[in-house]
Structure formats: structure tokens, C-alpha cells
């Protein structure tokens, strides 16, 4: 029969822990009993309480033991007792949360705010600990102050549930973020308050600021406006420029905030002299080149640091890859200060291994083509930077990113690891288009840039549309031999309705093919040559112009033509695809040689510029301009008609309608129609565009949104033209271009600007699958 048990004094647990009496003489445990687990298992305790069968136990002991079994949180209430030698422990465990619900927020998203409850360990199922809920309070309310929202108000509530559970609240007043009433700077002298807050990314309330919410406050962005501020006077040499205080004010009603600066200026500083220290492995007087400042400039940081960064890329070039250097500026009581650089080459770095990670299609070895940096050479920071501009220059990745890093367990290797990000590679012509030049654009084909992986290019389908029947195989290797020579060929059969696409009345089939070779000359510039065959076939049309029917008489109705034709090209592009920074300029010819039924040439020249107006190169400026002329030679007066340029549409003068600008054809005299284009041997065109962030998408490298300005005309020679500005046709307006699964989308809003009686315009146009 159980005993009468007496209490057991428990020591620093008296204030939360409630036992029953036991007996206060040591006594042996034959075995151990726990009553009131409901979730718990009696292994659980049995592993926290180090008190085993067998052994003898006194008070003290046992006092212990129950600490570290309240020690795993587990448990509000423990008591133990014992009957005979059997000692009993009875357990009143804390409840588990089974459900967590938070409403009322907005600014902090709820699965950010549940994963803050679980790292706290707040998650359905857990242990509930009523402590660690009210310090999660002051903590989200804590984020919401440092959004300016200081009317925040969190209240958490845990409702008890049968079972020994409990329902979790969070009920979430986020308020209003409080306004900036006022913000003041004082101590300034050198600039006033007007060119300082210029700066700050924070405004005082205004209408406009209200709107933009430039006047909301967050203690984020009071603390970028402050290094902004600093590095402000930084770079206009206030060395000893310090921000001696910021205070925040806040109303009463916690809806408007007042912001105080004090700040020390200190005095203006210029530089006394440069000096260079350290390990010099480069000539002094090379590196100096690379430093920009003379005695008598005034102190700035942002120089020190550009310059910084040059030395360390001239360092890396050498193969010191984790070269560093530091431009320390050393102040005098004159005012000035003398700007002393620290070079500290390191060990020369050799590379272990290069890696790739990201081309799931692209194969290795057509990025390691790419590769001016080679495995086990000196790890040159120009060669490493290079590859990667050749790699994005491919036109296969959306992003390449590269970064250097040590092997380790040594000090003199590195590993380079490019991480490339995929786009859409499919060639410029899809198989499914549209276009305002050829109408519905139909077709089977396969047209790839970079062919299952290899970086060749493939291209073989059969197209048809309202004006043009064609089919084609084309196929370039752009790494034919291991020195980057090229080799391609192509063969086609094209029949062209002109009569669809509104330009002079006449059909075309042509057959024929061509083979070229590439040749790089450096880096940026390469030689492209080859031959081709054309067989040519004309036909009159319904209302064939003048001049097509007098070309017929006089040289019939079919052409054997041989071909030589040549280019060089020189580009610093970026990217492939949609660049953002560097120029192309080519001239290219193209020859039917004598021997061919029609002796006659047509010569281009192509320049595209691209300059970035910021560091992020969102805001591009774009030039283009291409200048074609063709004309007879051996004999004959002119080239033929259907070589003739034309000019309009998408990719030339937008707003006018494609192929509409230039001479009119001549109307047969039964042709009571207006006279369509007939084209000419002179082209001259050009473009200005200002490229800019697209509206609410992140990437800019897969769409493209610019404000443009084309200008351009065509002209015949063989007609006795004059030249005028008052000829060429020009345009303005706005175009957007996206790579998309299905191939390049494209379109433009544009209002011809000198438009006269009797031109073409098209406001819209746009194209799917056809050349950007």
C-alpha cells in the first residue's frame, strides 16, 4: 500500500515546479514510473533524466535530475514521489501549437513572417513557449519601425484548445509609414542645404514626393543618404569630413518625422604629390600612366579608388590575380594631402582548372573555343575578363558571369568557374511569322544558331508566304580549324512574287548556292570570302513597269552569274544578341565576275554604335547607319533591277511602309495603277536611338524597349539624281524587341516626319520571326 510521501525542496525551481512529498532519506530506485505523457515518450524523459534503475538517490540528487529534465523545454509542471522504491514522476507537458494564423499584414509578406516564427521555433507541432512568442512581438514590430511605420501595432494571442494545444494569432496593425516633415543639415558651408538634399534619396513632404513616396521614412535609407552624403564630400576633398550626429524626431501622433544632420566639413584638401610603395613588379613609369593626378587636384576618393582598381588590374594582367592595392591620402596643416598607393602583388597565380556550370545544351567545348585564358597558365585578369566577353559575344547566354578562386590548401593556383545562364538561340527566322513585308510567313524548318550544343550553325526549311516560296540549307562552322577559321555553305530556290509585296510588277526564281570562309584577323576583326553560283530566272507580271519589260528585251530571261565576294568586320559588341556597349563597322562586296551573263558589283558599308549613359547600361545610346551602293561594269550601264536596294519598313525607316521609298517604276502603258517602287543603286540610311528600362519587366537582356529617330532614302544613279536633305525621308518614335521560345518579336509606333504627297506611312509595324 502506498505511503505517505513528503515533499522534496527542489531549490532554485520552488518558483514554477510543484512536487510531492518524498521521502528525504537516500533510497534505491527499483524503477521509474511517468504519468501524464500525452506526447512525450517515456524514452524521451528516461534519455534527459540521469537517474537510472539500480542507483541510489537522495533529495539533492534527485533536485537535480528534475532540472535537467526541465532543461529540454518540454514540460510546465513536474512532480516526483515514490512508493517503496519505485519512484514516480508526473509530468504536465506544454501544449503544441496547431495552428499558426497571422493577418493584417502587407508590407512583410507571410511567408517571410512564418519563417521567422519557425526559426524561432514557433511552427505547427512544436512546443509552445508563451516567452518566445513575445519576443517574436517586439521583433516584427522592431521591422516595421525600421520601415517608418512607428503607429505598428502586433498583438499575438495563443488560444488554449482541447488536448493540451493552442491556436497561435497574429493580429497586425501595420499603420501608415510616417512622413518627413523636415529635414535639416547643419554645419555646412561649402554647400548649401538645396545641392546637399539634392542627393538624399529621402525628401521632405511635397505633393510630388508624397506620390512618389520619396518622403516616406526608413532607416535604411537615411543610412544611404548619409554615405551618400560622405562620399559626396569625399570626392571633393573634405578628407576630414564627419557626420557628428543624426537625430530622428517623432510626433506625437507617430505620423511625421523630423530629421537633424550636424555635420564637420573640415577644411578643402589638394594633392601635394603621389608617391608608389611597395612591391613595384611593373615598371614606376608605366604605372604612373595609370595615375591621372597631378599636384595642385583636388583630393577625391572616387579617383583614388578608380585608380586603385587599375593598378590592381594592371597587377592582375601579370598574373597576380589577388593583387592589392590601397590609396591612402596622408594630410598636412596647409591643407593638403599626399596620396601615397601600396601595392601588394602577392604571389603570381597560375590557373588549375577551368569550369563551367549553366550550359545544359551548350557543350564545353564550345565555350572552351572561346577561352583566351588557358589551364595552367599565369592567371591574367585581361585574358579571364576577355573570355568572358567572348562568350557573351556568342549570343547563347542570357547572362556569363566569372569569378576567380583559390585552390585550397595552396597559394599559387587558382580555379576559374564561368557561370553561364541559357537563352533562346533559335535562328532569325521562324517557322511560324508574321511580317507587313511578306505577309503570313509559313513554314517547316529548322534554324539553329548553335545546333544541338556544338556552336555551328544550322538552318533547313521550307518556307511560304503571300509573295515569296522558298527552300534552304545552310550550315557554318565557325571553329573549322582550331585557329578559329570558318567554313559554311548554303544552297537555296527561291521564287518571288513581286506583285504581293506592292513594289514594280515582275516574278523572280532563283537557284543557286554558296561557299565562304572566315579568317579572324585579331581579337575584334575578321575577314569573311567565298563563291557562289545564282541561276536567275524573270518573268513579267500583270502590270510589269517599263523598265522591267525593257531589261527583258534587251538581256532576256535568264542569268548564269558567278560570284566572288568578300567582307571585314570589326566589332567590340558586348553581346551577341540585343548589346548594350561597344561598335561594329563592316564593308563588304560582292561581284559577279566576268564570265557571269551579268557583270556587275554592290559594295556596303554597316556601323552600329552602342554607348551606355550608366553604370547598369539600362540607358543605351545607339547610332546605325548603312550606306549600299551596286553598279555595272564591263560593259554594262547598270546593275540589274532585281539587285536594286529599297528602303522603309522594319529595320530601315520605320513609319513608312517596307520597300516604299526610292525611285517609282515607269507604268507600262496599258497600267492605268499608281506607279510602284522600283528601288535604286544607292542606299543611305541611319538611326538614332535612345534605349531605356522596359516598363515593369527586371531583364534587359532578353527584351528591349529604345526611342528612336530613322532617317534614309534610296536613290539611281542611272536616273541623274541630286542629292538633298530634302529627299530623305525621316521618322521618330518608339520600338520594343523581345527574344521570345518562338523567335524575335519586334514592333514600333512611328510618325514620319517629312512625309509627302503620295509616300507609303504605317504608323505600327512589327515582325515575328524576322531579322531585328
Do not use: C
Request: aromatic letters at 10%; hydrophobic letters at 35%; a negative charge.
Amino acid at each position: 500500500m502506498r505511503r505517505s510521501l513528503q515533499k522534496l525542496a527542489v531549490g532554485l525551481l520552488a518558483a514554477f515546479l510543484h512536487t510531492t512529498p518524498v521521502l528525504a532519506e537516500e533510497f534505491t530506485v527499483s524503477d521509474i514510473e511517468v504519468e501524464g505523457l500525452q506526447r512525450v515518450s517515456a524514452g524521451t524523459v528516461f534519455s534527459a533524466f540521469p537517474v537510472s534503475i539500480g542507483e541510489p538517490v537522495d533529495q539533492f540528487e534527485l533536485a537535480n535530475a528534475i532540472k535537467d529534465l526541465f532543461r529540454t523545454g518540454l514540460f510546465t509542471d513536474i512532480e516526483a514521489s515514490r512508493d517503496e522504491s519505485v519512484l514516480i514522476l508526473t509530468v504536465r507537458e506544454r501544449p503544441s501549437i496547431t495552428s499558426i494564423d497571422i493577418e493584417g499584414n502587407k508590407n512583410i509578406e507571410t511567408p517571410m513572417l512564418m519563417d521567422a516564427l519557425s526559426s524561432a521555433g514557433l511552427q505547427e507541432g512544436q512546443v509552445f513557449r508563451r516567452a518566445t512568442l513575445e519576443r517574436l512581438e517586439l521583433e516584427i514590430l522592431r521591422s516595421y519601425i525600421g520601415q517608418g511605420r512607428y503607429s505598428a501595432r502586433v498583438e499575438a494571442k495563443a488560444e488554449t484548445l482541447p488536448r493540451n494545444r493552442v491556436a497561435i494569432s497574429l493580429e497586425i496593425n501595420e499603420g501608415s509609414v510616417a512622413a518627413i516633415q523636415h529635414l535639416n543639415i547643419v554645419g555646412n558651408e561649402a554647400f548649401d542645404d538645396e545641392t546637399l538634399l539634392e542627393l538624399f534619396e529621402l525628401q521632405s513632404t511635397s505633393l510630388w514626393n508624397s506620390l512618389t513616396n520619396a518622403d516616406k521614412y526608413a532607416r535604411e535609407r537615411l543610412s544611404g543618404d548619409l554615405e551618400t552624403l560622405r562620399s559626396y564630400y569625399l570626392d571633393r576633398g573634405y578628407i576630414d569630413f564627419n557626420i557628428e550626429s543624426s537625430q530622428v524626431s517623432i510626433s506625437p501622433d507617430k505620423k511625421q518625422v523630423f530629421i537633424a544632420l550636424s555635420v564637420n566639413e573640415g577644411p578643402e584638401y589638394t594633392v601635394s604629390e603621389v608617391k608608389l610603395r611597395g612591391d613595384l613588379i611593373v615598371d614606376e613609369s608605366e604605372l604612373r600612366e595609370l595615375v591621372p593626378i597631378e599636384e595642385g587636384d583636388v583630393f577625391s576618393q572616387a579617383r583614388v579608388t578608380a585608380i586603385s582598381e587599375l593598378l590592381s588590374r594592371r597587377l592582375g594582367r601579370e598574373g597576380y590575380a589577388f593583387a592589392n592595392v590601397n590609396g591612402v591620402p596622408e594630410t598636412s596643416d596647409d591643407n593638403t594631402a599626399s596620396v601615397t598607393f601600396f601595392l601588394e602583388p602577392g604571389k603570381r597565380a597560375y590557373v588549375r582548372r577551368i569550369n563551367f556550370e549553366g550550359n545544359v545544351s551548350t557543350r564545353d567545348d564550345v565555350l572552351r573555343q572561346e577561352m583566351t585564358q588557358m589551364e595552367g597558365g599565369v592567371a591574367s585578369t585581361d585574358r579571364i575578363e576577355y573570355s568572358k566577353t567572348r562568350l557573351e559575344r556568342l549570343g547563347f547566354f542570357e547572362t556569363v558571369n566569372v569569378e576567380t578562386v583559390p585552390v585550397p590548401g595552396t597559394d599559387d593556383l587558382v580555379d576559374v568557374n564561368y557561370s553561364v545562364t541559357e537563352q533562346a538561340t533559335g535562328s532569325l527566322s521562324a517557322s511560324v511569322g508574321f511580317s507587313q513585308a511578306s505577309g503570313v510567313i509559313l513554314g517547316a524548318n529548322i534554324s539553329e544558331n548553335n545546333f544541338f550544343g556544338t556552336g555551328k550553325q544550322v538552318s533547313i526549311g521550307v518556307n511560304v508566304s503571300d509573295s515569296i516560296k522558298s527552300a534552304n540549307f545552310s550550315y557554318q562552322d565557325p571553329y573549322y580549324t582550331v585557329d578559329g577559321v570558318s567554313r559554311g555553305f548554303s544552297v537555296f530556290a527561291r521564287e518571288t512574287d513581286f506583285e504581293e509585296q506592292d513594289i514594280s510588277s515582275y516574278l523572280l526564281d532563283e537557284y543557286g548556292g554558296r561557299l565562304s570562309f572566315g579568317y579572324p584577323i585579331d581579337g575584334i576583326t575578321r575577314l569573311n570570302f567565298g563563291v557562289g553560283y545564282t541561276l536567275s530566272k524573270l518573268k513579267s507580271g500583270t502590270f510589269t513597269s517599263q523598265e522591267v519589260l525593257d531589261f527583258i528585251d534587251q538581256e532576256g530571261e535568264q542569268f548564269n552569274n558567278y560570284f566572288l565576294f568578300g567582307s571585314w568586320r570589326q566589332s567590340t559588341l558586348n553581346r551577341g544578341v540585343l548589346p548594350t556597349n561597344g561598335y561594329s563597322v563592316s564593308l563588304s562586296g560582292d561581284v559577279a565576275v566576268p564570265g557571269s551573263d551579268l557583270t556587275f558589283y554592290k559594295l556596303s558599308q554597316k556601323t552600329d554604335f552602342y554607348q551606355p549613359l550608366n553604370d547598369a547600361q539600362t540607358w543605351v545610346f545607339r547610332a546605325r547607319s548603312e550606306i549600299g551602293y551596286g553598279d555595272g561594269y564591263d560593259g554594262r550601264r547598270v546593275m540589274p533591277f532585281y539587285e536594286h536596294y529599297f528602303a522603309g519598313g522594319y529595320g530601315s525607316v520605320r513609319g513608312y511602309e517596307a520597300n516604299s521609298l526610292g525611285p517609282l517604276a515607269t507604268n507600262a502603258p496599258n497600267d492605268l495603277s499608281d506607279p510602284d517602287p522600283f528601288g535604286g543603286n544607292l542606299l543611305s540610311e541611319a538611326s538614332l536611338e535612345l534605349i531605356v528600362p522596359t516598363p515593369f519587366a527586371g531583364d534587359s537582356r532578353s527584351m528591349r524597349t529604345a526611342f528612336f529617330v530613322d532617317a534614309g532614302q534610296v536613290f539611281d544613279a542611272d536616273r541623274g539624281f541630286s542629292w538633298t536633305l530634302d529627299d530623305v525621308r525621316a521618322s521618330a518614335g518608339i520600338g520594343f524587341q523581345w527574344i521570345t521560345a518562338v523567335g524575335p518579336l519586334a514592333f514600333s509606333l512611328a510618325k514620319p516626319l517629312n512625309d509627302e504627297r503620295g509616300d507609303d506611312t504605317q504608323v505600327f509595324q512589327f515582325s515575328l520571326g524576322q531579322t531585328f
